[in-house]
């Protein structure tokens, strides 16, 4: 029980890394990207073909397998910019789809279907990391998503956070602001993409070993779920949504129901959760959050401006 | 000299020419009028000019130099802010960051990678960036008396404030020249009493200002020089007085609207 | 490339192929030219229909023979299926989508995933995920016409499917009804101060589009049977062949459909792209139309007015 419970935090983990990779794409800038998968994807066997292939250090394929989603990411960015909200959705699942069937047919790099099995247990300083313990798997994956946390927190509390979120509320306002949505939308894509290359490659380093159908359409919209369920634009929040998805999601096998209720309820739970948080509380459970800037800067006593010092 | 000028101007859709040949300019320092009845190309002038859209043919100068075709969000950089006919606030965000967008591009190192590193590095920096760009930004809210309203979601700001606050926004970008596009839609007499204040200021601060109108009043007392389109061509030019006594103008527009 | 004969074995494959892609195509850019979104469930309404059109073919046919009466029987099934699919779609439209209608873009976008996933899965769970055979009402063995061999199902399609096609676009050029649909997708405002009752032409433009859909269901099952997830692939392609011709326009739909399945085809037979990266041809040519010309072959550009 307790072992089944950590293995549900250490997916948490791993998803609350997705999903805030999805924030920054959709959560703040608005794109509505459905490949998270696919990065997830090139993530894992990056990973995977390194370690087995190549004899890599696990650590080592980390950064590279974040580089190579971001890439990838940019490479679904740039071309599909111009398009707006829904020809983007679809475009993105096309990428999704495509980067699956390539790894599906690849099979001198990726042993097509059957995947890549035999990932060394990664180690540090002579430790194993077993995964199969948890603890420590547990502890790694979260001190990522923690991490992740605080360096995207800074990130878009910035004017670089502002800008995308201009461009969400409205892309003409804000291109005629001087802000350059397009490198604005390439680059939310390529962090959001490098995130879920990062969680991609821890997967692969507790999995072990790595098939082309962990990675579906289905992936995609789950992490989607999440960041809809929290609140988008707020790192918290998503990673809160990840933790209550995984936990309905697994809810039946929690409680030992897994033989009574069908293998399809999840699902269909992820479908209701999107209809409805849409129709009742878009914002999410937590909703976007305020920066309160008077107290940010600390500057509450700042002189009344003269009005000739405006310009 | 002008400030702004644009040489046979001509953006048709399909076969629909909104703006045909037209030489228009705008002189420093000056409070000018664009007008012409519903769909004579008053809007698409404005925007061949910001760059939101391209021109089928002629050229627009700023400063003299070429600026056909320079995408918007440079264009703003160059020293020319707008504002929209159909409010375009960043609803969901504050008074206060809407008017802090404004200042984006007056902030920070211009590469976007050097800035993420920055950003995630030096929280000093960053926070005293950010400090800039908020005391900015409050001395316009100051300016247009939008201050207190500063934590509000810029969606609950009553409709006139909401005017004032995007011209507010562009206002943050420090322009040179300044388009407003139907400033005064919408409002009622006091609100737009106020507004034909605030552009007095906004002109004395040294901002050239343009603006297409269709209250004749707010034209006809703030507008130093006026130009009058019609089905997408320039029909008259001049001074108030002038244009209200022009027969071309009469009948393609105020003789209608009497 | 071998002789003529093949290359028009290909051109037949490839029309059929398109035929059907073009049906569903409809029904996709029906709805984006009114409401201006993607009815990402419109897959799964297939799916439906698809299902509807088996459970009634089989009861009603029972154990009759081949022959002009199970035809009749074929084609009550199908305006069956074709009634509730109808009736789906209006009822998606009126809950999940009729809501958010003043709400952001992203909105609705979201609300259909979320629509898509509850269909599929509970088609899953209430019909098993095991693919069930949908039985031709004639015998399929191919007639060989100067080499080229063309299976009654071939027939069937491209009758179906032209039938259906010029029916659709008679009724929108020719109706009230029809322009009414026309003018509410130049814009709606202004459609309803004509006296337009603009929730009546979204709910019919639904029913029609899923009505062709569960069409197209039934016409795919009979090749290639029926299971929860055959409407994601297929809802997919038929998409991009709305974006191939230029989404929210009807010509463009049937165009872009019997090209995507002709580019298919020729793609597999002809370049040698492998059958496992056959899917992988439909999002590529989406990525360039939408790179080279994003509005589509028959699509006028649209620019958002500022
Ligand atoms: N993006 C576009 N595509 C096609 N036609 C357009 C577009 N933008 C404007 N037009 C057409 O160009 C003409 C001029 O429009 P414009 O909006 O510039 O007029 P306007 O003078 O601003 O009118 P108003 O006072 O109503 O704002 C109109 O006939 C309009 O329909
Ligand atoms: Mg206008």
């Given at each position: ?18 999903a ?20 997830f ?126 461009i ?20 939310a ?22 098939t ?18 929290g609140g ?80 | ?24 300019s ?67 965000m ?13 902030s ?32 316009w ?45 919408g ?72 | ?6 290359v ?109 996933f ?17 039985d ?97 692939m297929?809802?997919?392609k038929?998409?991009v ?10 010509t ?48 006028k ?6």
């Open positions: 029980m307790i072992n089944f419970l950590l293995l549900i935090l250490i997916y948490t983990g791993l998803y609350a890394l997705l805030l990779g999805q924030n920054i794409i959709t959560g703040f800038t608005g794109l509505l990207s459905l490949c998270a998968a696919g990065f994807a090139i993530g894992s066997y990056t990973t995977a073909i390194l370690t087995v292939n190549y004899g890599w250090s696990f650590w080592f394929t980390i950064p590279l397998a974040g580089v190579l989603a971001a890439l990838a990411g940019a490479l679904i960015g740039l071309p599909t910019l111009r398009l707006k909200g829904d020809y983007l959705a679809i475009a993105t699942l096309g990428f999704g789809e495509i980067i699956r069937n390539v790894i599906l047919n690849w099979d001198s790099l990726t042993r097509g279907p059957m995947g890549i099995n035999g990932i060394p247990m990664p180690t540090i300083f002579g430790m194993v990391i077993n995964p199969y313990r948890k603890w420590g798997y547990l502890t790694l994956v979260w001190i990522f998503v923690i991490v992740f946390y605080f360096l995207l927190k800074r990130l878009t509390r910035s004017r670089m956070g502002r800008a995308l979120e201009a969400k509320e409205d892309e003409i306002a804000a291109y005629s602001m001087g802000i350059n949505t397009t490198k604005y939308k390439v680059w894509f390529m962090v959001g993409a490098f995130v879920a290359g990062c969680a991609g490659s821890l997967q692969a380093g507790f999995t072990l070993s790595v082309p159908n962990t990675y579906t359409f289905m992936v995609s919209v789950m992490v989607l779920c999440m960041v809809v369920l988008m634009g707020n790192h918290l929040a998503v990673i809160l949504g990840a933790l209550i998805i995984q936990l309905a999601a697994e809810f039946p096998r929690l409680l030992g129901l897994s033989s009574t209720v069908p293998p399809q309820f999840k699902q269909i739970v992820f479908g209701l959760i999107l209809v409805i948080m849409m129709i009742y509380r878009p914002q999410g459970i937590v909703g976007r959050k305020k920066v309160n800037y008077d107290k940010f800067v600390g500057n509450e006593t700042r002189r009344v401006a003269k009005k000739s010092e405006v310009n | 000299m002008s400030l702004l000028y644009t040489k046979q101007l001509t953006r048709a859709y399909g076969g629909v020419i909104a703006v045909s040949d037209v030489d228009f705008v002189e420093k320092n000056s409070i000018s009028g664009l007008i012409g009845p519903n769909g004579a190309g008053k809007t698409t002038l404005f925007n061949n000019v910001t760059g939101m859209d391209i021109p089928t043919s002629g050229s627009v100068h700023f400063n003299d130099k070429d600026i056909t075709g320079v995408p918007a969000f440079k264009i703003s950089r160059l020293g020319i802010a707008r504002t929209f006919q159909n409010i375009r606030l960043f609803k969901e504050s008074v206060l960051e809407n008017v802090m967008i404004g200042r984006h591009f007056k920070g190192r211009s590469m976007i990678s050097g800035r993420t590193v920055n950003a995630l590095t030096s929280y000093m920096k960053m926070k005293s960036e950010e400090k800039d760009v908020y005391d900015k930004a409050r001395e809210l100051d300016f247009f008396g939008l201050d207190e309203a500063r934590n509000e979601a810029a969606k609950n700001l009553p409709y006139g404030n909401q005017r004032e606050l995007e011209i507010a926004r562009a206002m943050a970008t420090e322009p040179e020249l300044l388009f407003l596009d139907e400033p005064a839609a409002m009622n007499p006091q609100e737009t009493d106020h507004l034909m204040s605030t552009i007095r200021r906004i002109r004395d601060l040294g901002v050239t200002v343009l603006l297409i109108e269709h209250d004749m009043k707010l034209v006809m007392n703030i507008c130093e020089h006026i130009t009058v389109l019609n089905y997408g061509k320039k029909i008259a030019e001049g001074n108030p007085s002038e244009i209200q006594k022009n027969p071309l103008v009469i009948e393609a527009y105020l003789g209608k609207e009497d | 490339m071998g002789s003529i004969s093949e028009f074995q290909h051109l037949l494959n490839g029309l059929t192929l398109g035929g059907i892609y073009a049906l569903i195509a409809l029904g996709y850019t029906m709805v984006y030219g009114i409401l201006k979104f993607i009815n990402f469930a419109h897959g799964e309404i297939l799916m439906v229909g698809a299902y509807v059109g088996m459970f009634a073919f089989d009861f009603l046919r029972g154990d009759m023979p081949y022959g002009p009466l199970m035809l009749v029987v074929f084609f009550i099934a199908m305006i069956i299926a074709m009634i509730i699919s109808a009736v789906l779609g209006m009822a998606i439209e009126k809950i999940a989508y009729k809501p958010l209608r003043k709400a952001t873009r992203l909105a609705p976008l979201l609300s259909a995933i979320g629509v898509s509850i269909l599929s899965n509970l088609a899953a769970y209430i019909w098993g995920t095991k693919s069930r055979k949908f031709y009402p004639f015998d399929n063995t191919a007639y060989n016409i100067g080499g080229v061999a063309i299976t009654p199902h071939q027939i069937l399609i491209l009758v179906v499917s032209m039938i259906l096609m010029i029916g659709l676009k008679l009724y929108i050029d020719k109706t009230r009804m029809g322009k009414a649909m026309r003018a509410t997708s130049l814009d709606q405002d202004v459609a309803a101060l004509m006296g337009i009752d603009v929730n009546k032409v979204i709910s019919l433009t639904f029913a029609i589009g899923s009505g062709l859909a569960a069409t197209a269901g039934i016409l795919v099952a009979l090749d290639f049977k029926v299971y929860p997830t055959m409407g994601a297929a809802g997919l038929a998409f062949a709305a974006v191939v011709g230029g989404i929210g326009n009807i463009g739909a049937m165009v872009g459909g019997i090209l995507l399945g002709l580019l298919e085809t020729f793609g597999v037979a002809v370049l040698g792209i492998p059958q496992g990266l056959k899917d992988t041809i439909a999002f590529g040519i989406l990525i360039i139309i939408l790179l080279v010309k994003p509005e589509g072959l028959l699509g550009a649209e620019r958002e007015k500022v």
